[in-house]
């Protein structure tokens, strides 16, 4: 069965240090992975995707995510949190029919 | 401004009454479509469009019905309203539905049925 997974419900990081957001897949064939942000009473906002190449995609916000095939993994990272990134993070991949598969997402709350 | 307008922002109605959510799109994308954000569920697909005239049911299309008669307008119909359509509402368009193709967003509608 095609499905992501952010075994995450909640990060806390303080500002200045570095930030991890957890994500992984399952789904046959070469992956194609998204990473969405959505702030507080916003729609869902693209921050990078994974389609092919390089493992590490480099996306807005100075956010990157590094894609792991031998551990399905597309971890979301940035190396110096902002209190302006506390924001609920979303990972998805495209199913078998090209629509958009999403995880629960996690909750990014970056502290002063 | 490229966007995706969503109406109303918020609702509250009542069971039984039926309701629409308009949707509507000024890039000329031709993929549309519905989801459902509910608390530890994270989004789920309800319908979806690849063009004109053509729909096709999501994870969840149990209680609504959409049309496309136009590229730009995708609206979602509830024909019967019940409690558990209590959620927030995003629709959604890209130009595509191949993987590649990055979707855009409309700001929600939070929908209360009582």
């Known amino acids: 069965a095609q499905s992501v997974a952010q075994p995450e419900d909640q990060v806390n990081v303080a500002e200045g240090n570095p930030l991890t957001v957890k994500c992984t897949y399952s789904?046959?064939?070469?992956?194609?992975l998204f990473w969405y942000v959505q702030y507080p009473n916003r729609g869902l906002q693209f921050l990078l995707k994974?389609?092919?190449?390089?493992?590490l995609v480099k996306g807005s916000y100075g956010f990157e995510a590094e894609f792991n095939k031998s551990q399905t993994s597309f971890h979301l990272k940035k190396p110096s949190a902002l209190v302006s990134d506390s924001a609920l993070y979303f990972c998805?991949?495209?199913?078998?029919?090209?629509?958009?598969?999403f995880g629960k997402g996690t909750k990014l709350s970056v502290k002063p | 401004e490229a966007q995706v307008t969503q109406n109303p922002r918020y609702l509250i109605t009542v069971t039984g009454k039926k309701l629409t959510v308009t949707c509507s799109q000024n890039?000329?994308?031709?993929?549309m479509s519905w989801y459902r954000q509910d608390p530890g569920l994270g989004l789920r697909q309800i319908y979806y469009?690849?063009?004109?005239?053509?729909?096709d049911k999501g994870d969840v299309p149990e209680g609504y019905k959409v049309s496309r008669k136009e590229k730009r307008n995708f609206p979602l119909i509830l024909e019967s309203p019940s409690p558990n359509q209590t959620s927030l509402y995003f629709c959604?368009?890209?130009?595509?539905?191949?993987?590649?193709?990055?979707?855009?967003f409309g700001a929600g509608s939070r929908l209360t049925v009582l």
């Open positions: 959604a368009s890209s130009w595509a539905v191949s993987g590649a193709n990055v979707l855009t």
């Open positions: 789904v046959s064939g070469n992956p194609y």
């Open positions: 994974y389609i092919t190449g390089d493992n």
């Open positions: 998805a991949v495209v199913g078998s029919q090209g629509n958009l598969i």
């Open positions: 890039m000329n994308h031709e993929y």
């Open positions: 469009s690849m063009n004109v005239e053509v729909t």
